[in-house]
């Protein structure tokens, strides 16, 4: 026996009883239009949260001494610290290092490739490190050497020049230089603050700049010197698991080594990650919640109206079931009936996702949705649809029939 | 056509058991016009439901057509109703959000027939109840006779072999009362049994044969001479 759907008496019935129909098709658009959307932040903010940051952070921690009294001599004590730092057991490696990436907080310099004031430049982070910087940041030579230790200066305070020589992230060499393979930039002359001549002896594999929202990240320089401050931040990189035992015993350690001194933000990169990253994921926890909670209101909308609905008809139902209905027939009925008002209100949620998308495009600079969102969400509201309908159309299917002679 | 052997018929709410059919006997043959009569709370209803497959039965035996309906799904016995019953209801039933055209079609799409054969159908049967020029009016543009001829229609659409109907003029006043009955006679002239449910002591005297329900149970069973057949014509 061939069944015939009932579109047609339904489109025509749903005209006639529009109110509650537009209501929820319009609601399924408007939770389309806002999920699709968030979803999609969603996702781009997940994206940025999950780049690598290029160093060991699970197992690296930092700390700022300052240092007082007469006899604190910096170069001294900074070396001494080093030297303890680096022998304890459990470290990997130790640098004195001017900020730490990821952290919000560090320098940056334009870099040309020619002398001049008038060249197109390209801006980057600056880490100043000795040769211990690769094996503390974790970093890898892909190009050319490593500093050797007789290329590391002292930086004194306010000293406005540069070493000749500097390291550079592989990302850093083809901005530089686009149109030679990355290797080849290794031997290269740039020219930092305009005409001031460095050249790039090492390529490394990557290494993030300080500030995470910048465009240029992954651009970042590695410059051969310590730095000569009462004030010093050294970055320690542990073996796996020894990182907060370290953290406790080395403040310790170099209080001992040095007592006329503060330690202040021991801090771990894992929560300097948290810190920096802490608006995306609060952004992501808020539009997660809203998006839950306008699909099931969306939903209980829809168990609202549809049971609504069946309390209103069961008269009708009842005169359907005596007139030949199965139950499975009346089951989909109010399938088809929500098939109807969903696929409204999803074609409409589709023009307003664009919409709304190309709003944000134009306020918050965001990028255009990709394609395949549309049918994703529009899939996720019509399965949600025929399951929040699927109850009260079985409690519509339970009338019984004998409804049409004994009600009045 | 129809049989009943010792049917009875019990509903159970939490408290009070109320016994509609006790012990019921009737023996319904192709081509009778039926009245049932009996005072309010008789089981007159309850005879209908079951005959019509709209309740189950506590006890005994029914057979439509020969067949033994005590076991059938509810698949079965909705395709049973659809294509063997019409119904006729008191209230009319209607379906108000649908146009004629579309009230008459809703059991021909379960019988799952062509649209254009449904599109014959309706056309014919709203034709026989004089309502074809009505077609895309709603239910509620019609006066309560012309409601209920829509509900003939309605039933009559899927030929069916077995008409119930209970107080199809209940709702109506003595004019529109005796045309619909004309046209119930007329139907059951070409051949549908009708089995028909009234409080109208006249009308009852309209049909070939009446049962008298009292207490569950037929309490009076008689042939009469459908008089009103010749006044008709
Ligand atoms: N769903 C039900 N639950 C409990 N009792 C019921 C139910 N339906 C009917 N009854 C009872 O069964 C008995 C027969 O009812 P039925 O409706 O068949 O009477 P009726 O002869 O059609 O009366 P009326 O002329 O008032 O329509 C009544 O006592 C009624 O109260
Ligand atoms: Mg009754």
């Known amino acids: 026996m061939k069944t015939n759907l009932e579109f047609g008496p339904i489109c025509r019935a749903l005209l006639r009883n529009k109110v509650g129909a537009v209501l929820i098709a319009l609601q399924i658009a408007l939770t389309m239009t806002i999920v699709v959307n ?40 900074i070396d001494q610290d080093l030297d303890v730092i680096r022998n304890t057991p459990g470290v990997v490696d130790a640098i004195q290092i001017n900020a730490i990436p990821i952290s919000g907080g560090g320098w940056s310099m334009s870099l040309t490739t020619e002398p ?157 990650r948290e810190q920096s990253y802490r608006q995306h994921s609060a952004m992501i926890k808020i539009l997660s919640t809203v998006m839950v909670l306008l699909t099931l209101i969306t939903a209980m909308g829809i168990v609202g109206l549809t049971s609504f609905n069946v309390n209103r008809r069961r008269k009708q139902i009842g005169t359907r079931r005596a007139l030949g209905a199965s139950k499975q027939a009346i089951v989909r009925y109010f399938m088809l009936e929500n098939v109807i008002i969903s696929t409204t209100g ?12 190309m709003l944000l495009i134009e306020w918050f600079a965001m990028t255009a949705l990709d394609w395949y ?24 299917a339970a009338t019984p029939p004998a409804i049409a002679t004994r009600t009045v | 056509m129809l049989s009943m052997n010792n049917i009875n018929k019990v509903f159970r709410t939490d408290l009070v058991e109320t016994t509609a059919l006790r012990d019921f006997n009737l023996t319904i043959d192709e081509g009778d016009f039926v009245s049932v009569t009996g005072p309010s709370g008789s089981g007159k209803t309850t005879f209908l439901n079951i005959a019509g497959l709209l309740e189950t039965y506590t006890s005994g035996q029914y057979l439509l057509d020969g067949t033994d309906v005590s076991n059938l799904s509810d698949r079965q016995r909705s395709q049973l109703r659809n294509e063997k019953i019409g119904f006729i209801f008191q209230s009319f039933n209607l379906i108000p959000d649908l146009n004629l055209y579309d009230n008459v079609d809703v059991p021909l799409r379960y019988r799952g027939f062509s649209k ?67 046209l119930l006679q007329e139907i059951n002239q070409q051949g549908t049994t009708i089995v028909m449910v009234t409080h109208d002591p006249e009308l009852a005297m309209q049909t070939g044969k009446n049962v008298f329900v009292r207490d569950g149970q037929i309490s009076k069973h008689e042939t009469l001479v459908p008089m009103a057949l010749a006044s008709n014509q």
């Open chain 1, 38 to 77: 968030a979803i999609f932040i969603i996702v781009e903010r997940q994206g940025l949260m999950q780049r690598e940051s290029g160093i060991d952070e699970a197992n690296s921690f930092y700390l700022t001494s300052t240092g007082f009294g007469k006899d604190f001599e910096p170069k001294r004590i």
């Open chain 1, 116 to 272: 001049g004031d008038d060249q197109d430049d390209v801006s980057t982070a600056v880490y100043f490190v000795d040769t211990h910087g690769i094996d503390a940041l974790d970093l890898e030579v892909v190009a050319g050497d490593n500093f050797a230790s007789t290329d590391i200066r002292w930086r004194e305070r306010n000293q406005p020049d540069w070493p000749d020589k500097a390291m550079i992230t592989k990302a850093l060499a083809e901005k530089l230089f686009p149109d030679i393979p990355w290797q080849s930039v290794v031997g290269k002359t740039v020219y930092i603050g305009e005409d001031e001549p460095v050249i790039v002896t090492g390529i490394v594999d990557k290494l993030q700049a300080p500030w995470i929202g910048w465009s240029e990240l992954e651009n970042a320089m590695l410059s051969p010197e310590k730095m000569v401050t009462e004030s010093t931040r050294y970055f320690i990189r542990t073996e796996p698991g020894q990182r907060d035992r370290l953290m406790a015993e080395l403040e310790n350690t170099l209080a001992n080594a040095y007592g006329n001194r503060l330690i202040r933000n021991v801090t771990t990169v894992t929560q300097t």
């Open chain 1, 346 to 357: 999803i074609l409409l949620g589709v023009a307003m996702t664009i919409g709304l998308n």
């Open chain 2, 116 to 182: 254009q054969e449904r599109h014959k159908r309706i056309t014919q049967s709203l034709e026989r109840v004089g309502l074809a020029n009505r077609m895309k009016h709603l239910p509620a543009q019609l006066s309560g006779g012309q409601q209920q001829r829509v509900a003939i229609a309605r039933a009559l659409a899927g030929e069916p072999r077995f008409l119930l109907a209970d107080e199809p003029t209940g709702n109506l006043d003595s004019q529109m009362a005796k045309s619909v009955m004309a």
């Open chain 1, 373 to 396: 969102y549309i049918p994703a969400g529009m899939a996720v509201l019509f399965v949600v649809g025929q399951l929040a309908v699927l109850g009260p159309a079985l409690k519509a």
